[in-house]
């Protein structure tokens, strides 16, 4: 069955420093995003992706970070220099946006997820 | 503040009996409504979609949706140890004029299924 897949499952960084999560999503989806969950926290949203531009981002989705599709398959998330309250469970997301009957069909499905531990 | 609420319980039933989990919901222009089940340390994963008033089954699980109340509500059946989890009410206000917009999550309902 497809999947979402994110790498790495954990990371590691210093403050100050810039990571850069990957996700691949499910091939024949059109939308893509990006949402985080600190620890006992809700899921919350960052940005979503679609025809190449971003289409919309949360007001936590600063000038700290930014998203690419740098080429047919992957999708990552940047961000340039990272605070301790960014620690957190990534989790990337795709769906595949078509109408069914008078809806459109958004269910999205979530990769497993990196853990980001600032230190 | 859009928001979605749910009791963070946790909600304790037996092994075989009905779970019932519940969902509100302040952005009456929501569309579409999901359950996803989360175990520890783990990501989202989807249940049930729901997108019209009344009852959606698939398997042991029913969602309802009651837009006028602004409620949707899980129901799971015969309910097993493996249910055990915290599950996850979200909405999306996307339209076919509109696309998909974002998911809004509540803070989820932890469900435990003793044996």
């Known amino acids: 069955e497809p999947e979402v897949t994110q790498t790495p499952s954990h990371q590691v960084t210093q403050m100050g420093q810039e990571v850069i999560l990957r996700c691949v999503p499910i091939s024949n989806h059109l939308y893509f995003y990006w949402y985080r969950q600190i620890l006992g926290q809700k899921v919350e949203f960052l940005v979503s992706f679609y025809n190449n531009e971003i289409s919309e981002k949360s007001e936590i989705f600063d000038d700290q970070f930014s998203v690419e599709r740098p080429d047919g398959s992957n999708f990552t998330l940047k961000i340039r220099s990272t605070k301790l309250e960014d620690s957190a469970m990534y989790f990337c997301?795709?769906?595949?946006?078509?109408?069914?009957?008078?809806?459109?069909?958004?269910?999205?499905?979530f990769g497993q997820g990196t853990r980001l531990t600032v230190v | 503040q859009k928001e979605v609420e749910q009791n963070s319980g946790p909600l304790s039933v037996p092994e075989g009996a009905i779970a019932s989990l519940n969902c509100t919901y302040s952005d009456r222009g929501s569309q579409s409504f999901f359950w996803y089940r989360q175990y520890s340390g783990k990501s989202p994963e989807l249940i049930m979609s729901i997108y019209s008033n009344g009852d959606k089954e698939d398997g042991r699980f029913t969602a309802q949706l009651n837009k006028a109340s602004q409620y949707v509500s899980l129901l799971i059946r015969d309910s097993q140890p493996s249910d055990s989890a915290t599950y996850l009410c979200?909405?999306?206000?996307?339209?076919?004029?509109?696309?998909?917009?974002?998911?809004?999550f509540g803070t989820g309902t932890r469900l435990l299924v003793s044996p």
């Open positions: 979200a909405s999306e206000r996307g339209a076919l004029n509109t696309g998909f917009q974002k998911l809004v």
């Open positions: 997301a795709s769906s595949v946006g078509h109408v069914i009957q008078d809806h459109m069909n958004t269910e999205a499905f």
